[in-house]
């Protein structure tokens, strides 16, 4: 059974329980399982260690799935619908989003050592979802190609967009050149503390951001084909991360995680804003180039530039790859943001954003102009 199928199950449990108008059987069923820890006798002796304990807790677990079990069909399907339209109108996130988010730090924290696992690498290209990877990293290669007199990736998308800057798993193409790594990762916080760091130092990192609105709409229209949801129920996101590939909890997990490892070593890791990188392209590759400790001449920063236009990346697609990278100038995402999906984003930055990158977390006056409604990345 998949996450979300156990999440819908769990929801319709806890709907049942607490409406008091119906589904007697179903509580029934629940108190007749507990009601086995008050009962004088034991199946098995308590005092048997840790075995002991195994029929309490078969019986309050078959209390839970019997309870489950004999919630009508109606009543599951009023359940699901009544969450579901909750979900559209909230203008908050949940106690269960929340739960849900903290859960979902916690096993980034203890399991995603990327930076350790790849340290072999020269240094990291990290890029938010829908925030001008694609653009960023076939510029960057395009430059060392030119530095390193080695052919230029000949697509902007597809397997040989990745020819130079890649996944650090992949094989490295051109040896005398510097390895520069690609991801969307989020690490560990424990990069972020100097004792540990101190013994498992990391290579530079450059960390691509995007105003974290126009990021979800840009993401939205890219995926909503396969979403099948609509943009208000998108826009409040999965906070668990099972549905959605990017929603406003991967991108303030995105900002937050990266955001603490920048304020600890500021050496280290380089924070670009697309918005800055699309106003000064050339400024910002050289300083891009200087982070990665790579001494670019102008002749490769020149190859660079040559690509800052959405058409020059359009013209060397990859027409074998199905990918969106660069959408028509003229499509734009079936969404826009209601009042309540923009209180809702903003009640989450303020709860849980930490690190905005100077975005502005409460401002809302930008967020009807023209241009995220049409973002793409």
Known sequence: M???AVTTELRILIAGLLDWRSCLLSKLVLVLGISYLFVPLDLIPDRIPIIGHFDEIGFVVAGFVGSRYF??????DRYVDLWDARLKLSVRPGFWQRLQFLARIVQADVSNFFLYQYRRVDAFLVTGKNSGTHWLKFMLSCALARQYHVPPPSHSSGREAD????HPRWPQRYKHMPRIGSSHTIPSIAFSWPWLTRHAEFRPVVVLVRDIRAAMMSHYGKWQHEYHVSFTQY????SSGARYRADIWWYMHFFNRWGDLAAA???LVL???YEDLKADPEAWL???ATHFHIDMNDDAIAAALRFVSRDAMRALLDPTNTEVVIPPDDDSPDAAFTRDDMEFIRNAFVGYLRHDFGYGRDDKSAWFEQD???AAE
């Open 286 to 288: 050289r300083r891009i």
């Open 372 to 374: 995220l409604l049409t």
């Open 163 to 166: 020819a130079i800057i890649s």
């Open 271 to 273: 924070v670009v804003r």
């Open 71 to 76: 919630i009508p069909k109606p009543s599951e």
């Open 265 to 267: 070593h500021p050496d």
């Open 2 to 4: 998949s996450q979300r």
């Open 235 to 238: 826009v409040r996101g999965d």
